[in-house]
Every structure is written in structure tokens, then in C-alpha cells.
């Protein structure tokens, strides 16, 4: 899912080739993106494009009379800039945005159907769409310290959970942790004084370098290379392979469609996370700590 860095280029790109056209159409490839149905979406033909923004994890597109475009895109839901009149894209293409200058296409991989858009009538309405989290970047230190410890969960959890924190998913979790010399299964009742301060830190910092690092690669044009994993990264996307700091493999746990992955050494000294199928399987076999693996 795009996270926080890749979302805001792509809102940065979006102004600057849709603020102040028109809107001349919208073209569905795929009846079930669209979730409301009031305003209708042929309301939206005609008006001005007056903002792009961010609401959390969803792209809006801000018209004129107060109808707002809002592009949620899941997992593997993407958005282009083509030529104006552009086809979309067979089974992948979900809708064509035509505004005067070309056209923006939503797109989205596999053959599960998550990505969502929704045409909003009025500023309040538009607000029930927001999940209420931080906007961690902008966040004072006792903003986070009251988000993170509103309800006991994991770190992990709580990062990624969009009512505490706006934009943060898996991976960029990742590598806030291991910044932050955390473990993910860390429960966020249980932090110090000092591991809140230097989480709040590794936040700001691993969003801002990753968001300059985008606008630096992307430059004026499009983005098109928006993933999940980046070479760069720390741990996410790396099991097996050396932590920078360290040279330890790197460690993963598996839960349901995702994984989290750490550095033993840097965040959980040395202890191996119960991977919740290879420990079952081993059981006793299940190597506990980094020295175990070698043996």
C-alpha cells in the first residue's frame, strides 16, 4: 500500500498538472471503485479542479462547488498521468480522470478488487471519511506520546493503525522501528520516557528523508515506481539479508498478509520473534537468538 512518502509526491505531481483545469469527464472501467452514489459522478463533468490533498491514506480531489474526488488505493491500487484521452489500461484500468491538460488513470494489480473512490458533497461529509490519525510528521512530542499511548498495542500495531497515525502502513513501520532500535512486538504501555522520544524521532526523520529522497528521484515528472520495497531500505523487504548497521540477518515474522521485518541484534537483543508458523512447526528446534542459528 502506498504510504505517506509516495502519497505526497503523488499529491505534489497531482497539483501541479490539475489545479485550476476542468475536470471534463470521468470514464469507469470497473463499476465496483465507485462506493457512493450521492453526488452523482457526473456532477463532477465541467468543474474546476481548485486543490489535491491528503486525507490520511486517500488522495482528494478538491472541484469547484464543494464535490470532492477521493481516490483510496489500497494495496495495489496506483494512479498515471497519460496523454490526454487515454485508454484505460483492460483488466487493470478502474477509471480515467480527463482534464484539459491529459489524464489521470487509476489502476490496480491482481484480481481483488480493494481500491475505492468516492465523490463527496460538502466539507463534513468529507470529513467522515477521515480515520483521525496524527499527522506524525507535523506532530509535537506530547501529541505523539498521547497518540501512541491512547490504547495498548504493539508498536507495530499502533503505527499502523490510522486512527493514532495518518499515512504510516508496513513498510515504512519497518524502518521507523529500526531506527528507533525497537522491537515490533513491543507494547507501546510499556515504553520509557526516552524510547518514546527516540520513536517520535525515527518517525519524522525516516518520513522526511524517504519523502525528499521520492521528490529528488521522481523530479518533475510522474511517479511511476511506487512500491513497497526500495533498495535503501534497512530491514523491510530484506529477510536474510545483512542489517547495514549491524550485518545480522535480518529476521521476519509472518501474520496474516503481511510481515513485519527486523534486525535481532539492533532491536531485540539478539532474541529471535516467534514466527507464529516455522515455531509452531519446530518447536523446540525454534531457534530463540541469533546465536542459536549457527549451531
Known sequence: MPELPDLTVYVEALRARVVGTRLE?????????????????DRTAGRLAESVDLLGKRIVISLAGDIHLVLHLMIAGRIHWKPAGA??????G???????????TMTEAGSKRRAALHVVGGAANLGALDRGGLDVVHSSGD????????????VKRALTDPR??????????????????????QL??????EEIERLHAAVVATLRH????????????????????????????RFGQPCPTCRSPVQR??????????????????????????????GADWPRRLEDMAD
Open 25 to 41: 469527464r470521468v470514464r469507469l472501467g470497473s463499476p465496483f471503485l465507485l462506493r457512493t452514489v450521492d453526488p452523482p459522478l
Open 164 to 185: 493514532l497515525f495518518s499515512g504510516i502502513g508496513n513498510g515504512y513501520s519497518d524502518e521507523i522501528l529500526h531506527a528507533a532500535r525497537l522491537s515490533p512486538l
Open 87 to 92: 485508454k484505460l489500461e483492460g483488466r487493470r
Open 143 to 154: 501529541e505523539f506520546r498521547q497518540a501512541l499511548l491512547a490504547e495498548n498495542h504493539t
Open 253 to 282: 515474522i509472518v501474520f496474516a498478509e503481511n510481515e513485519a521485518n527486523y534486525c535481532a541484534r539492533c532491536q531485540t537483543g539478539g532474541r529471535r520473534l516467534a514466527d507464529r508458523a516455522m515455531s509452531r512447526l519446530l
Open 188 to 193: 507501546t504501555r510499556n515504553l520509557d520516557d
Open 94 to 104: 478502474l477509471a480515467a480522470f480527463d482534464f484539459e491538460r491529459g489524464t489521470l
Open 210 to 237: 524517504w519523502t525528499d529522497r521520492l521528490r529528488a528521484e521522481t523530479g518533475d515528472a510522474f511517479p511511476e515506481k511506487v512500491t513497497a520495497f526500495r533498495d535503501g531500505m534497512a530491514v523491510h523487504g
